[in-house]
């Protein structure tokens, strides 16, 4: 669990922001290597015209292809409920599908995702399925997945609130997340003050360029003048 939790001010704020912009302004720092901290492509956001979710991370390890070996099917576990309940909100579920093949079992569904936004959580990440897209669409829960299955196949929970990886993205319990349709990127916590300056003055500069671009003042010269003055 994070040892410190962001004002609801923060939360808010980091909410007006796009992905690509904090992504920007991480960059700006040089505090990590560019191409780490973000999903890659192997998973979706599943319903794009919802709004950025931010959350801090709450985790979940599965399996789902394969039926216990003495038939029949797995015990459906609570447990992890209480876990999930003792970490802080808003919470963003990463499941990491540890099946060789994932996404066969679609965990989160219509029901799952209910229990898990009445329980403070605003989005599900997965390198495995989900399903009922409809149905969670409405009650305004982002999923983020590598597939969509129509069943649960034998999904059930092996570990609770470790470090997981999933879509390249390696997350602990406790971390800070912030996602949109574009991807989800991991807000290094000490530095969400600066992030969230840096990538207001980063888009206070694009909308000068992009008025000069669509300008008839508009020329090559013009440009390399005011990227040299707004750098």
Not at 3 to 16: E, F, K, M, V, Y
Not at 25 to 44: K, V
Not at 151 to 162: E, F, G, K, L, P
Request: hydrophobic fraction near 40%; aromatic fraction near 6%.
């Amino acid at each position: 669990m994070t040892d410190r939790l962001l004002s609801p001010d923060l939360l808010d704020q980091l909410r007006t922001l796009s992905t690509c912009a904090v992504a920007n302004a991480i960059e700006c720092l040089g505090i990590q290597l560019r191409n780490t901290g973000f999903s890659d492509s192997t998973i979706q956001c599943r319903f794009p015209n919802l709004p950025v979710v931010v959350g801090y991370v709450a985790t979940l390890r599965l399996h789902g292809a394969n039926p216990p070996m003495e038939g029949g099917s797995y015990v459906d576990r609570t447990d992890w409920w209480d876990e999930l309940a003792e970490s802080p909100a808003p919470r963003i579920v990463v499941i990491e599908d540890a099946d060789r093949h994932p996404g066969t079992a679609a965990f989160v569904g219509e029901t799952h995702a209910a229990i898990l936004q009445a329980m403070d959580c605003v989005a599900v990440i997965t390198n495995g399925a989900v399903r009922d897209l409809d149905q969670v669409e409405r009650i305004g829960f982002q999923m983020y997945s590598g597939a969509v299955s129509v069943s649960h196949a034998y999904a059930h929970v092996a570990n609770v609130d470790s470090t997981v990886k999933v879509a390249g993205l390696n997350v602990a319990p406790g971390e800070l997340l912030h996602g949109d349709r574009h991807g989800v990127v991991k807000i290094p916590i000490t530095e969400v003050e600066r992030i969230v300056e840096i990538a207001k003055k980063l888009r206070g500069r694009e909308k000068e360029i992009l008025r000069f671009c669509r300008s008839d003042r508009f020329s090559r010269g013009g440009l390399r003048k005011l990227l040299r003055e707004t750098a």
